[in-house]
């Protein structure tokens, strides 16, 4: 079983138009973010999410928006893509929040935006 | 902002050798949490190791041994008698104290090749 799932793995679309990338975990942990991953490889957070409740958003443009409908899910909706905004994203989760929370990593969803 | 540093952006190391991949850190916090990931080229991240701040001893999780020098503020990752399965991305990072999901800080990477 997928501990944590991303969909869709690959995702290539047009400048401006509106994506959203899924996230699931079934290790019923209270805890869920999701990073982005630039073309250097550098990871960086973008939201986490304790509980249903926004916790982060790290200097993140509005044209993202988190949403999560439950603890096991959290979906990130992008308006208006533009080209720096491909990367690939990874979606994680862990136990609680807290500095020896291990993060368990989505597969990522390398998007492009063309 | 708090940094993670890692001073070694790619490696070549011979198989069966041991390998060490350095990472220090900033912080102001007493209670914080060190841990490494690993990133194939596939893709997926891939948790290694985690060190404590208050933990005394160094982690050890098989092959991977974090060598912990809180003074220093390093946390450098030891592998020992490296395989060709061990060719990846690592990349070191700092979790935080306080009660908040503040996600994990991360280090540039360093792009490690074993060769045969």
């Known amino acids: 079983d997928t501990a944590v799932s991303q969909t869709p793995k690959y995702l290539v679309t047009q400048m401006g138009n509106d994506k959203s990338i899924k996230c699931e975990q079934n290790l019923g942990h209270d805890t869920m973010y999701w990073y982005k991953q630039d073309s250097k490889k550098f990871l960086k957070i973008m939201f986490s999410?304790?509980?249903?409740?926004?916790?982060i958003n790290e200097t993140v443009p509005n044209r993202f928006s988190p949403k999560s409908p439950d603890k096991a899910h959290l979906n990130l909706h992008i308006n208006s893509l533009e080209l720096g905004d491909s990367a690939v994203y990874f979606c994680?989760?862990?136990?609680?929040?807290?500095?020896?929370?291990?993060?368990?990593f989505g597969p990522g969803t390398r998007l492009t935006v063309l | 902002a708090q940094k993670i540093t890692q001073t070694q952006p790619g490696m070549f190391v011979q198989e069966k050798e041991a390998v060490t991949l350095d990472c220090t850190y900033d912080?102001?916090?007493?209670?914080?949490?060190l841990f490494w990931y690993k990133q194939p080229s596939s893709g997926e991240m891939i948790f290694l190791i985690y060190q404590g701040s208050y933990d005394e001893q160094n982690a050890t999780e098989g092959r991977y041994s974090l060598n912990f020098q809180k003074a220093r503020k390093s946390a450098n990752l030891v592998i020992s008698a490296s395989q060709l399965g061990d060719s990846a991305m690592y990349f070191c990072?700092?979790?935080?104290?306080?009660?908040?999901?503040?996600?994990?800080?991360f280090g540039k990477g360093t792009h490690l090749i074993i060769q045969p």
């Open positions: 912080t102001s916090d007493q209670s914080y949490g």
């Open positions: 999410y304790n509980n249903k409740e926004l916790i």
């Open positions: 994680a989760s862990s136990p609680g929040t807290g500095a020896g929370n291990e993060q368990f």
């Open positions: 990072s700092r979790g935080y104290s306080g009660g908040g999901a503040d996600g994990l800080t």
